[in-house]
């Protein structure tokens, strides 16, 4: 059973602050992850992919990636209370010709003026 | 248009009914998922199209039949369901099999 982890928080943050969000994953070979964003009774959005080790930045946005750790995180820097929202981490597994996604848990972030 | 859209937004049945799920892109993307989500969980993938063919089965019970009449369009036909089956239906599409792009859902409430 292929698992993805991530602390279900509340995460607290002020605004301005740099939110930090944390997944780790079990399997070895997993090549890519994503970071989707969900508010409360919407559905997910993508907001970052990352497929090499290392960090991939995209506005406020930075995703880190450590295969050999198996982590994967997601900084959010000048945070704002419309970041407040539930972040979920998704790692792709290949089986057969496709790909399934594995999402965790979700971290709920709440950003406060 | 670079969005996916789900019909109906909500849906009430009861545990007789037969309906249906619509889920429509137009972006050229080769895959389609449909996924079972309910409060406070992640999205639990069901079913994946890829080039209109169904490429994955989650092991969902057979009262949920998925269908793609074309590279476009998914449905998920629903019979017999459970109020245990009352969740956020989500579709989404890819480009590459990976990245997904996810409609805004049909809120199906089983009585």
């Known amino acids: 059973q292929k698992e993805v982890e991530q602390n279900s928080g509340p995460l607290s943050v002020p605004e301005g602050a740099i939110a930090s969000l944390n997944c780790t994953y079990s399997?070895?070979?997993?090549?890519?992850f994503f970071w989707y964003r969900q508010y409360s009774g919407k559905s997910p959005e993508l907001i970052m992919s990352?497929?090499?080790?290392g960090d991939k930045e995209d506005g406020r946005f930075t995703a880190q990636l450590n295969k050999a750790s198996q982590y994967v995180s997601l900084l959010i820097r000048d945070s704002q209370p419309s970041d407040s929202a539930t972040y979920l981490c998704?790692?792709?597994?290949?089986?057969?010709?496709?790909?399934?996604?594995?999402f965790g848990r979700g971290t709920s972030l709440i950003v406060h003026p | 248009d670079t969005e996916v859209t789900q019909t109906p937004k909500h849906l009430v049945m009861g545990m007789t009914n037969k309906k249906s799920l619509k889920c429509e892109q137009h972006?050229?993307?080769?895959?389609m998922y449909w996924y079972k989500q309910k409060a406070k969980k992640p999205p639990e993938l069901m079913f994946v199209?890829?080039?209109?063919?169904?490429?994955i089965n989650e092991s969902v019970p057979s009262r949920f039949s998925p269908e793609c009449p074309n590279s476009s369009l998914l449905n998920l036909h629903l019979h017999a369901l459970q109020p245990e089956d009352s969740a956020l239906y989500l579709c989404?599409?890819?480009?590459?099999?990976?990245?997904?792009?996810f409609g805004p859902g049909t809120r199906l409430l089983v009585l």
């Open positions: 989404a599409s890819s480009p590459d099999a990976e990245t997904q792009y």
């Open positions: 399997d070895r070979v997993s090549q890519s």
């Open positions: 990352i497929y090499s080790n």
């Open positions: 998704a790692v792709n597994s290949q089986s057969g010709g496709s790909y399934i996604p594995t």
């Open positions: 972006m050229g993307h080769r895959a």
């Open positions: 199209y890829s080039y209109e063919k169904l490429s």
